[in-house]
């Protein structure tokens, strides 16, 4: 599926379905709302699938390398993508542990890390560069590029579904992937970026200031349209983010929700968003990143996180532990009896 039919294909959910299921929770042998959020995730799921139990669910962690690397933004080395990817596909990641904790495959996405990794089990290969360039001195890829980042993400939404997957899951690997990340955020919001950018894997308040100033200098060197998301992928992304925003995009178009990580999942999330409003239906935010651009995003896409918990190591590991909440949702929406079959009175809400 390419993006044009992607985009025609996403509708809202239906308000119906959603009022249905609604009726079912507010019969339940229980106060009505008294489950809270719990009701608003099962309504979702329900509405947005038609079923009411999750059969498999999957986090696709998409990984990349990034040029702006270059420019001192990250504590860590780039060479630390392939050695943590190569960590993820042998099971001792921190998303590893946490996905199995949810019954979630865990499939890493290799869109553009500087390394050649053999094929193997739970590894994907849809390489679209060795790593982008270097957006303080020119456009991070080509629009081509960007597309075809966003049309990988779109087939891995059309796979799932085929597979069976009912819940699936972003995540990412890129050392310096919080920078390209802080310069969307921007653009899109219009805040400063200072205001959006933070110490991702925890760098100094000098680093900090370097960091602020690189992105503030790519923004204005490629001067990306904010009106055309695909511009702004191009010129200040990143390869896994756009195969992020692409699933994103693939899920709604075929009706499956998706779980949105952290800062950089979010980031890919914006994109699809601003290409299509009706996305944001489809949407489950994981949870609220300490990065202090992230709250900013969500709320431009009109989410609220289901958790919050300080964490901010990205991976799909927020969205490992939300799928759980997820999950539950269901369990009381299936189990829990109406007044009428539990025999017990209901209350008088006048």
């Given amino acids: 599926m390419d993006l044009e039919t992607a985009l025609k294909n996403i509708s809202a959910v239906d308000p119906a379905r959603l009022g249905d299921i609604q009726d079912h929770l507010d019969r339940q042998a229980k106060p009505r709302g008294s489950l809270g959020r719990l009701e608003e995730f099962a309504r979702r799921f329900a509405a ?44 001792g990641a921190a998303i590893n542990a946490l996905a199995r904790h949810a019954g979630a495959e865990v499939i890493v996405v290799d869109m553009g890390v500087d390394y050649d990794f053999e094929p193997r089990e739970g590894l994907l290969l849809k390489k679209v560069g060795r790593g982008t360039r270097n957006f303080a001195k020119g456009p991070a890829m080509s629009r081509e590029e960007a597309v075809r980042c966003l049309e990988t993400g779109i087939e891995l939404a059309v796979w799932a579904r085929e597979q069976g997957f009912d819940l699936v899951g972003t995540g990412d690997m890129g050392i310096g992937n919080t920078t390209p990340s802080a310069a969307i955020a921007a653009v899109f919001t219009g805040l400063p970026v200072s205001s959006v950018t933070h110490r991702g894997t925890g760098i100094g308040d000098a680093a900090l200031a370097n960091k602020v100033r690189v992105i503030e200098a790519g923004i204005a060197l490629n001067a990306p349209d904010a009106k055309d998301p695909v511009d702004v992928l191009a010129k200040v992304g990143g390869y896994e983010i756009g195969g992020i925003a692409g ?8 009706g499956l929700p998706v779980v949105v990580d952290g800062f950089i999942s979010t980031a890919g999330a914006l994109i699809a968003a601003e290409l299509h409003p009706q996305v944001r239906d489809y949407i489950f935010a994981a949870h609220q990143s300490v990065e202090i651009g992230h709250s900013h995003m969500l709320e431009r896409i009109g989410q609220r996180p289901i958790l919050n918990l300080d964490m901010r190591l990205g991976e799909g590991t927020g969205g490992a532990l939300a799928m759980e909440l997820i999950d539950a949702s269901l369990q009381a929406l299936r189990e829990v009896r109406t007044f009428d079959a539990a025999g017990v009175s209901e209350g008088d809400e006048r």
């Fill in 48 to 91: 947005i699938t038609g079923r009411r139990e999750i059969r498999k669910k999957a986090v696709f962690t998409f990984a990349g390398d990034h040029g702006v690397t270059e420019e001192g933004v990250s504590a860590f080395p780039r060479e630390v993508t392939p050695q943590m990817v190569l960590n993820f596909l042998s099971g």
């Fill in 247 to 254: 699933l994103v995009l693939g899920c709604a178009a075929v």
